[in-house]
């Protein structure tokens, strides 16, 4: 599914886009979404990506994400190109490089916290036996440990999205995608998985890309991206 570079050289991008664009329709009808889209991101930065409704930006997080394909150009991740024409190949990299975080938390509403935080080793063929360990140890990471067997409808918002996060870690990610991770939660449990977010990648060094809405918490990441009309307007560094 993904062809190393020429050369082989080593990188220190995770991620990098290289003229992409998307339309959705055929023809006179087609309609773009995205317009010549470039742009890198190293190892272990913490991107936010941005803009108002209807910008692209989501389109974008699913091309990141391997979700959908650019209608042109290149995606270049962890340092290979990626070819989309492969979905089941594609599948499987990104149940083992990309951790994903959504604003409505995904978790089936049957399963414990850890069988749900589990789920991503179940997609790999690991027994039940075999996923519990490593799921409870990413629970104790993001403090959820005293959850493990409760389920969603007895969490709180801010405790499902620390069980979601702990979904995403548990396949050891190279990067996270979050899709406006607190956007279901009240300002000061935003804040709390905000900062828990932030730890993670200080301590684990994995990259994190977030799209969001709220530039008060994009002011929060070490970059900002912003995205209007299908187009990178502005690619700014915040200062610390």
Same mark, same amino acid.
């Given at each position: 599914?993904?062809?190393?570079?020429?050369?082989?050289?080593?990188?220190?991008?995770?991620?990098?886009l290289?003229?992409?664009?998307?339309?959705?329709?055929?023809?006179?009808?087609?309609?773009?979404?995205?317009?010549?889209?470039?742009f890198?991101?190293?190892?272990?930065?913490?991107?936010?990506i941005?803009?108002?409704?209807?910008?692209?930006?989501s389109?974008?997080?699913?091309?990141?994400?391997?979700?959908?394909?650019?209608?042109?150009?290149?995606?270049?991740?962890?340092?290979?190109?990626?070819d989309?024409?492969?979905?089941?190949?594609?599948?499987?990299?990104?149940?083992?490089?990309l951790?994903? @975080?959504?604003?409505?938390f995904?978790l089936? +509403?049957? &399963?414990?916290?850890? #069988?749900? =935080?589990? %789920?991503?080793?179940?997609?790999?063929? @690991?027994?039940?036996?075999?996923?519990?360990? +490593?799921a &409870?140890?990413k629970? #104790?990471? =993001?403090? %959820?440990?005293?959850?493990?067997?409760?389920?969603?409808?007895?969490l709180?918002?801010g405790?499902?999205?620390?069980v979601a996060?702990?979904?995403? %870690?548990?396949?050891?990610?190279?990067?996270?995608?979050?899709?406006?991770?607190?956007?279901?939660?009240?300002?000061?449990?935003?804040?709390?998985?905000?900062?828990?977010?932030?730890?993670?990648n200080?301590?684990?060094?994995?990259?994190?890309?977030?799209v969001?809405?709220?530039?008060?918490?994009?002011?929060?990441?070490?970059?900002?991206?912003?995205?209007?009309?299908?187009?990178?307007?502005?690619?700014?560094?915040?200062?610390?």
């Amino acid at each position: 599914m993904i062809a190393a570079p020429e050369g082989g050289e080593a990188v220190a991008f995770m991620l990098r886009l290289i003229n992409v664009h998307k339309r959705y329709g055929a023809g006179e009808q087609s309609i773009p979404v995205l317009r010549d889209v470039s742009f890198s991101i190293g190892a272990g930065e913490f991107c936010a990506i941005v803009g108002p409704s209807g910008s692209g930006k989501s389109t974008l997080m699913n091309i990141i994400g391997l979700l959908d394909r650019p209608s042109a150009g290149e995606v270049m991740l962890d340092g290979a190109r990626v070819d989309f024409t492969a979905p089941d190949a594609a599948a499987q990299v990104r149940n083992r490089t990309l951790g994903f @975080v959504f604003q409505s938390f995904h978790l089936l +509403p049957r &399963l414990t916290a850890w #069988e749900n =935080v589990a %789920l991503p080793l179940l997609y790999r063929g @690991v027994a039940r036996a075999p996923r519990k360990a +490593p799921a &409870l140890a990413k629970l #104790e990471q =993001v403090g %959820l440990a005293d959850r493990a067997d409760h389920r969603p409808s007895q969490l709180s918002g801010g405790q499902r999205q620390r069980v979601a996060l702990a979904r995403a %870690l548990i396949g050891g990610p190279k990067m996270i995608l979050a899709d406006e991770p607190t956007g279901s939660l009240d300002s000061v449990t935003a804040g709390e998985v905000m900062g828990l977010l932030r730890d993670l990648n200080a301590r684990l060094g994995v990259t994190v890309v977030m799209v969001t809405h709220d530039r008060d918490l994009a002011a929060c990441c070490d970059r900002r991206i912003e995205v209007l009309d299908g187009r990178i307007v502005r690619d700014t560094a915040v200062a610390a």
